[in-house]
C-alpha cells in the first residue's frame, strides 16, 4: 500500500502540490494525467526519494523493490558496458548476492573451517541461491535479449556498447531492464516516447502481464485505456483519484464540472441578491441589522471554484483543400541507400489515391521517415520515379518541426512569411484562429511557445496556402491528449489526402483509413485501418510460417519456429486472461453489491418506519444508474474473455 498524504511541495516560490494525497493498494493499475508541469514527474520522484517533500507523509511497504523508468537515461548508466549486460542487470541486489556466493564457494574450496562455522557457511550458500532464484537472477539475461528484440534491436546490436545508439534508443534499453525486473512498484514516464508502434504493442503485452502495481504517466490514451483501471488527475497543486480508466475518467470529468457549474451559478445568483438587498437596506435603521446578517452569511459563502481545462481547449479547422488530379502521387521502383550503407528501400511501388488516409508503421529504421521525404522531396532516390498528380499541393511537417521556427519572431510573422508571394493577407488571422492563435496569442515570439502551440504554429504555416497532400511525420509529438483528439479529428474531416508516420496507436486508429506497413521484404499496403491491419498481417505471417515447413516432416511434428510462435501466443494471451478473469470477477461482486443496497432501499421505501424519502430515492437512482454501467462494463469484459478464450482454444488447435 501506498499512502501519499498531506504532501507539500514547491519550486522557486511555484507549488506543486499543496496538501496533496492519494493511496494505492497492492496491484492497483493507475494511469496519471495531467497538463504538463503540473507535477505528474514530480509525484514519481517523491515516491523514489529522489525529492523530498516540504511537508507531509509519503508511506510505502517496508523493502519494497521499486523499477522507474524516467524520462531522460541519467547520464550515469551510459558507461562503456555493452547493450545486453546493460539490460541484464535489471535487479542491483542480485550482483552483491553473486559476488557473496562466489566468494563463499571459494572459502568453501579452499578454507578448512569447523563444523559450526562450515554448516553456517552452507547455510548461507543455500540462502543466496534460494534469494537468486526467487529474484530472478538465471532468467533475467535470456529475458533481456527477447525483451530488447521484440522492441526493436537486431541480434547482432546486442553486444554493441551502450553508448554508441541514439538517446531514444537507450531509452528502450532503460524500458527492457525495468521490465524484466518485475519489481513490486513500476513507475513508468511516458514510456512510449520513443516507441514505434509494434514495441508499444509488446510493452502493452508486457504489462498486461505484470502482477505488481503499476503507476503510469503517459499521453498514450491506447495504453491507458489498455493497462489502467484507475486515474489521477494532478493539476492546480492536488491529486484527484477517479475509480476507472481513461474513457471513465473523461466521462467523470465532465460530469462533476457540469454539477459544479450548476453550482457556480446558483451560488453566484444567491451572492447577487443578497449584494442587492444589502445595497438597498443598509442605510435604513430598522433593517439595519438584517442587513448586518445578511452581509455575514455573504461573507460565509464560500466560492465555488471550477477545476482547469486540462490542455489546448480550441478548435483545429482545416481550410477546404482545392481540387487535384488522381492518383495524386506515384513512386515507380524507387530504390535508395544513404551513403556508404546498403539499400534501405528497394524498387518500390506505391500509389497514392485521392482521399487517402494513410498510416505508415514498423519498427525505427525500416525506412518510414525516408519514404515521406522521399515522396515529399527533400531526398533524391538512387534509381526509380515519383510523380504527383494535376494540381496536387503539397504540406510537408517533419518531426523537426521546431528548427523551422524563428525565436525572435512573432506568431503572426512567422506565419505571413508562409504565404505565397503575392497572396493576399486577409485572410491570415483566420488561419491563426482556426489553429489556436486568437487575439494578442498571435503577437507571442516563437522563443516561448510550448511545444505543442509550435506544432499548431507549423500546421498553421502549412495551411496559408491549403494542400491537398498532407505528410505528416509524428505530428503528435508534444500534444497533450486534448489537442492530439482535437488533430486527429481534423484529419478525419479533412477532404484531402494524407500520409502520416506516427507511434500513437489510437490516433493512427482513429485517422488511417490503409496502412502501409514496412515489412522485411518492402513496404506492404492493407486497404483497411489499424485494426484490420493487424488481422490481416497475422494472417500473413501465419501462412508464412506454415509455408516455411518443409514438406517431409511428419504429421503432428511440429517446427521449432512454430512452438515458439505458439508459446508466445499462449505467453502474451495468458496475461490477456488472467485480467480479463479478474475484471469479469471484480464486475460481478460489484453487480451483487449493488443488488444488495438495491434491494435495500427498496424495502426502506415500502416499510412502515419513517425514513427520508427524497433522499433514499436519490441514492436508489444513483444505484441503479450504477448498476447500469457496471453492467455494461460487464458485458463488455464478458465478451472480451469469451474472445480469448476462444483464441486460447484455437492456439492449442493449432497444436
Known sequence: MIDFLDVYKGYGGETIFAGAGFRANAGDRIGIVGPNGAGKSTLFGLLTGEIAPDRGTIALPKDVRI???????????????SLLDFTADAIPELARMAAELRDLEHRLHTETPDGATRDAMLERHGQLQSALEQLGGYRLRPEAEAALCNLGFRAEELERPLGSFSGGWQ????????????????????????????????LCRALQGFKGTLLLISHDRFLLR???????????????????????????????????????????????????????????????????????ALDRMEEV????????????????????????????????????????????????????KIALVGFNGTGKTTLLKLLVGRLKPDSGRISFGHHVNLGYQAQEFADILVPEQSVFDTVRAALPPGASQANLMNVLGSFGFSGEAAEKRCAVLSGGEKIRLCFARIFVN????????????????????????????????????????????????????????????????YDYYLEKSQAFRQAAAAAETPRKEVAGDISRERRRERARRRAALSGEKRRAEKAVADLETRLEALEKRQQELVALLSGVEKVDFAELNRELAAVQQDMEHTMSEWEKAASELEEILRENARIHEDS
Open 67 to 81: 523499477g522507474y523508468l524516467h524520462q531522460q537515461l541519467p547520464a550515469s548508466e551510459q558507461a562503456g558496458r
Open 171 to 202: 531509452m528502450r534499453a532503460a524500458l527492457a531492464r525495468v521490465l524484466i525486473a518485475r519489481p513490486d512498484l513500476l513507475l513508468l514516464d511516458e514510456p512510449s516516447n520513443y516507441l514505434d508502434i509494434p514495441a508499444v504493442e509488446y
Open 226 to 296: 489498455k493497462l489502467t483501471t484507475i486515474t489521477l488527475e494532478v493539476n492546480g497543486g492536488t491529486i484527484t483519484r477517479y475509480p476507472g480508466d481513461y474513457d471513465f475518467y473523461r466521462a467523470e470529468r465532465e460530469n462533476r464540472r457540469r454539477v459544479l457549474e450548476a453550482a457556480k451559478r446558483n451560488s453566484d445568483r444567491k451572492k447577487e441578491h443578497l449584494e442587492r438587498v444589502i445595497d438597498r437596506f443598509r442605510a435604513k435603521s430598522s433593517k439595519a441589522a438584517q442587513a448586518k446578517s445578511w452581509q455575514k
Open 305 to 356: 471554484v471550477l477545476p482547469d481545462e486540462l490542455g489546448f481547449s480550441g478548435a483545429i479547422r482545416f481550410p477546404e483543400p482545392p481540387p487535384c488530379g488522381t492518383p495524386v502521387a506515384e513512386m515507380e521502383h524507387v530504390t535508395f541507400s544513404y551513403p556508404g550503407k546498403a539499400p534501405l528501400l528497394r524498387d518500390v511501388n506505391w500509389r497514392i489515391e485521392n482521399g487517402d
Open 466 to 529: 491549403p494542400p491537398n497532400l498532407l505528410v505528416l511525420d509524428e505530428p503528435t509529438t508534444h500534444l497533450d491528449i486534448r489537442a492530439r483528439e482535437l488533430l486527429q479529428t481534423a484529419l478525419r474531416q479533412y477532404a484531402g489526402t494524407v500520409c502520416v508516420v506516427s507511434h500513437d496507436i489510437e490516433f493512427v486508429r482513429q485517422v488511417a483509413t490503409t496502412i502501409v506497413a514496412m515489412e522485411a521484404d518492402g513496404p506492404r499496403k492493407y486497404f483497411g485501418g
